[in-house]
């Protein structure tokens, strides 16, 4: 491992990695020198002065990924106000530690491909609760990038939690356009068209997506959120391609039980930075939907003491 005051470099065969001391997440991937994700330029000033990271790319999303209608959850019978911290649609989104500094765990600096950090997070406003990550990255020549992030309740009661991951994935730098996307999944959570919080129904994902695997993105705009259907193994998997095959291939464990997809797009004045068209895509794995807190839908429950796994990466597909 290699670092600078932004990044920590990874390297294994073909593979390299930069990881993000702010925020925990991933910034750059790579294989035989061409992008698997997506990520905007760094500003003169440096990562750990920009807050948030622009569109969330390759952040940790926790202890909630997603939004939370007006900020406001209840939880035990005891209700909580969050900040409110996208204001355009009264909501609060993605959590805490995508822009919180994590530490490096000396145990790993001299591991050219792999580092560990951790946050001991202390109660922010409207979250009561004291929570301990260690997020574990490492890549590796065959398998490629692997995260694992582990989590702690360092409280003395038990506290609701949702983890998401947000990259948006490159296949060879070509333009979402120029691709296909192989995903299964299941229903899509029909969300409102104002603040992208769900509406109670649910739809076939053909609806969305249209019959036809893989999925053709040419002038498709998604911000859209699917029940995940893992494969034999138990893996959620989305691959993006372009014409030769080739491309990256997103994987989650079993937790992952809910995927939202979105594109940046300039139509929507919502342009990614740095790519010559503005369009990106982005995969997130998510284990709840919008709006979980306030909903109470597959919010996970940490004990203090019982610390939960989550496992997930990307890969390189050749064609």
């Known amino acids: 491992m290699t670092s600078s005051d932004d990044f920590l470099e990874l390297c294994a065969g073909q593979y390299r ?3 993000s001391r702010f925020g925990g997440g991933l910034w750059s991937l790579s294989f035989a020198g061409e992008p698997l994700v997506v990520t905007p330029p ?3 000033e440096g990562l750990s002065r920009v807050s948030p990271i622009p569109f969330a790319a390759g952040c940790l999303l926790a202890p909630w990924p997603n939004r939370v209608d007006g900020g406001q959850f209840t939880f035990q019978d005891e209700t909580y106000q969050l900040e409110i911290n996208e204001p355009e649609r009264h909501n609060a989104i993605h959590g805490f530690v995508r822009e919180l500094p994590w530490e490096l765990n000396p145990e790993t600096s001299d591991n050219p491909a792999a580092v560990r950090l951790t946050l001991e997070m202390e109660p922010q406003p409207g979250w009561p609760w004291r929570l301990k990550y260690v997020m574990n990255w490492s890549v590796d020549a065959a398998r490629g990038l692997r995260g694992e992030l582990r989590v702690s309740n360092l409280s003395t009661t038990p506290c609701p939690f949702g983890f998401g991951w947000h990259p948006y994935l490159s296949a060879g730098a070509a ?3 120029e691709c296909t996307l192989s995903i299964s999944v299941g229903n899509n ?4 068209s104002t603040r992208n919080l769900p509406t109670g129904l649910e739809q076939p994902a053909d609806t969305v997506l249209g019959p036809v695997r893989p999925v053709a993105l040419h002038g498709l705009w998604l911000d ?3 029940r995940a259907q893992p494969d034999a193994g138990g893996r959620v998997r989305a691959t993006l391609c372009r014409a030769d095959g080739s ?3 997103l994987s989650a464990g079993p937790w992952c039980r809910w995927l939202q997809i979105y594109t940046a797009d300039p139509a929507r004045q919502q342009a990614f930075p ?7 895509l982005a995969v997130e794995p998510m284990t709840c939907p919008p709006n979980a807190l306030c909903r109470h839908q597959d919010v996970l429950v940490l004990e203090p003491g019982k610390p939960e796994t989550l496992a997930f990466g990307i890969r390189a597909i050749t064609g």
Do not use: W
């Open 42 to 44: 760094v500003p003169p």
């Open 274 to 280: 740095g790519v010559p068209d503005g369009r990106a």
């Open 247 to 249: 491309g990256a291939e």
């Open 175 to 177: 333009s979402p356009d």
């Open 189 to 192: 959570l029909v969300l409102d």
């Open 224 to 226: 859209h959120a699917f």
């Open 17 to 19: 990695a930069q990881i």
